[in-house]
């Protein structure tokens, strides 16, 4: 079992900044893919960001060159930093871990993910 403990959600004006990050405890596999998802209410689930134990990157249209997503190498966690903020980005961010190198384009797919944590709310106030 793996448990995924996400923190840094807030209330922000738009243009503004947030850090996003997500812990892993329990089992952990040498080789993972993590993820964020967002999901605003009345809308489906969205991948936003994806690492894997590699290093490698991938990234939702709407949210590059504005958001980065990096990880901690001595620990399982990953992080979002969250730049140029829009009232659009306000949701409900979950992380996602699998014991699996995703590639790409599975990577911001939420079913590619066996492990989710409990969210932290964004919003972004116009």
């Known amino acids: 079992q793996v448990q995924l403990v996400e923190s840094g959600g807030g209330s922000v004006q738009a243009g503004g900044s947030l850090r996003l990050s997500c812990t892993a405890s329990g089992y952990a596999y040498s080789r993972y893919t993590m993820g964020w998802f967002r999901q605003a209410p009345g809308k489906e689930r969205e991948g936003v960001a994806a690492?894997?134990?590699?290093?490698?990157?991938t990234y939702a249209d709407s949210v590059k060159g504005r958001f980065t997503i990096s990880k901690d190498n001595i620990k399982i966690s990953v992080y979002l930093q969250m730049d140029s903020l829009k009232p659009e980005d306000t949701a409900m961010y979950s992380c996602?871990?699998?014991?699996?190198?995703?590639?790409?384009?599975?990577?911001?797919?939420?079913?590619?993910?066996?492990?989710w944590g409990q969210g932290t709310q964004v919003t972004v106030s116009s």
């Open positions: 996602a871990y699998t014991g699996h190198v995703l590639p790409a384009r599975d990577s911001l797919f939420p079913w590619s993910y066996g492990y």
């Open positions: 690492i894997d134990s590699n290093g490698g990157t």
